[in-house]
């Protein structure tokens, strides 16, 4: 089993940063990618941005050049850089590890941007 864990989100008016981090830990095995998505109420849940094993990356577009995805490969843990924040950008983020064998999902962090 792989256990998920995210950490940074918060509050934080438009304009601004927040690095949100995600750690993998147990039998991790062969990592195929680890990426992020987020959701609001009553929407369906949508891909921010994912690093592949191979280090190339996708972001959505509505993120493209404000967020950063990076990965620490020592540590299976993944961060997302956000700046420039907007209100739009104001849901549940949460964080997605996929390997040979399955895929599994952290229980989310909420980031919250204020006008």
């Known amino acids: 089993q792989v256990q998920v864990v995210e950490s940074g989100g918060g509050s934080v008016q438009a304009g601004g940063s927040l690095r949100l981090s995600c750690a993998a830990s147990?039998?991790?095995?062969?990592?195929?990618?680890m990426g992020w998505y987020r959701q609001t109420p009553g929407k369906q849940r949508e891909l921010v941005a994912t690093r592949l094993h191979n280090n190339d990356t996708n972001y959505s577009d509505s993120v493209k050049g404000r967020f950063t995805i990076s990965k620490d490969a020592t540590k299976s843990t993944v961060y997302l850089q956000m700046n420039d924040l907007k209100p739009d950008d104001t849901a549940v983020y949460s964080c997605?590890?996929?390997?040979?064998?399955?895929?599994?999902w952290g229980r989310g962090t909420q980031v919250t941007v204020s006008s």
């Open positions: 997605r590890v996929v390997n040979n064998y399955s895929s599994y």
């Open positions: 147990g039998r991790i095995f062969r990592l195929y990618s």
